[in-house]
């Protein structure tokens, strides 16, 4: 699979998932411009994937904003010379039950999660259309699958992505771009690890981090061990060369959602 003269953008790309399918990405041949709330860490990654051999930018953004979603994919044409390939990774979480979760946190899931992807595929396909080509992954969760007690505004948000991908597959399907789903199981990234982490905040009376780690990779899939960053990265390149694999909502989960 080569993707040797494409330009692909990945939100949310300093850390975890995001910089797992940025490297995957230079690997396999693409320039890859690394954008991020976090512009310390989207500079991490692209000299990553320039010591890759690949040309980069790094860019600051905030997904959840139009002005700064029209900046960013200016940039990364003005930078790298247009826009192929669009990974709309970046998602936050919290975990709340549904008599905690106010209304303000459920806005702000749903700004990040759902219309920080609408924006970035948006903007995406306005550059793309003209040129006939483009592919665009939004990174979705097995939560846009199955529900999870705890996260039904997390739920709600990523089953909102699946089903935008549907939608604008459709639309865009005549014009050489597939628009797809890419839906990560449990990957062990700052989302899961730490006190701040789901590990952190599912422990059971008296059990380490650690320890909670291990049993929600034990009891949550059937094959027993998280998925990496790396596993993420293989299908969002399989997904940027594949030609007739459009409006998917492909899990990488272990067998979770069996
Ligand atoms: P992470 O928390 O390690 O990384 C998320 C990145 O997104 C961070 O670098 C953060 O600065 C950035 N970000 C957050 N809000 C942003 C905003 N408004 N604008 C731009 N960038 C922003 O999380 P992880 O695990 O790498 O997650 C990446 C995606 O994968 C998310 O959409 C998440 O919902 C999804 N996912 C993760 C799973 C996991 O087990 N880690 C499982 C299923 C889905």
């Not at 846009?144 to 709600?156: E, N, Q, R, V, W």
């Given at each position: 699979m080569e993707l040797k003269g494409k330009v692909a953008l990945v939100t949310g790309g300093g850390r975890g998932i995001g910089q797992g399918i940025a490297l995957a990405l230079a690997g396999a041949g693409a320039d890859v411009a690394v954008a991020d709330l976090d512009?310390?860490?989207?500079?991490?990654?692209?000299?990553?994937?320039?010591?890759?051999?690949?040309?980069?930018v790094a860019i600051s953004v905030n997904v959840a904003q139009q002005d700064s979603v029209r900046a960013m994919v200016e940039k990364v044409e003005a930078e790298l010379g247009g826009?192929?390939?669009?990974?709309?990774?970046?998602?936050?979480?919290?975990?709340q039950s549904i008599e905690e979760l106010t209304?303000?946190?459920f806005d702000r899931i749903m700004a990040v999660n759902a219309k920080g992807v609408f924006l970035c595929t948006q903007a995406a396909v306005r550059v793309m259309r003209p040129r006939r080509w483009g592919r665009i992954i939004n990174v979705a969760s097995i939560a846009?699958?199955?529900?999870?007690?705890?996260?039904?505004?997390?739920?709600?948000s990523k089953f909102a992505v699946i089903g935008f991908?549907?939608?604008?597959?459709?639309?865009?399907?005549?014009?050489?771009?597939?628009?797809?789903?890419?839906?990560?199981?449990?990957?062990?990234?700052?989302?899961w690890r730490g006190e701040d982490g789901l590990a952190g905040r599912w422990r059971e009376e008296g059990e380490s981090e650690e320890a909670s780690w291990a049993r929600h990779q034990k009891t949550l899939l059937p094959q027993g061990v998280a998925q990496t960053p790396e596993d993420m990265g293989q299908l969002a390149v399989y997904l940027a060369c594949a030609e007739h694999v459009t409006g998917q909502a492909i899990a990488v989960d272990g067998g979770c959602t069996l």
């Open positions: 512009q310390t860490i989207a500079e991490e990654t692209a000299a990553k994937v320039e010591a890759a051999g690949r040309r980069s826009l192929d390939i669009a990974v709309n990774n970046a998602g936050i979480i919290s975990i209304a303000e946190d846009g699958k199955i529900g999870f007690p705890d996260l039904s505004h997390y739920t709600a991908t549907n939608a604008v597959a459709k639309e865009v399907a005549l014009d050489g771009i597939t628009v797809n789903a890419l839906c990560p199981g449990i990957v062990g990234t700052g989302m």
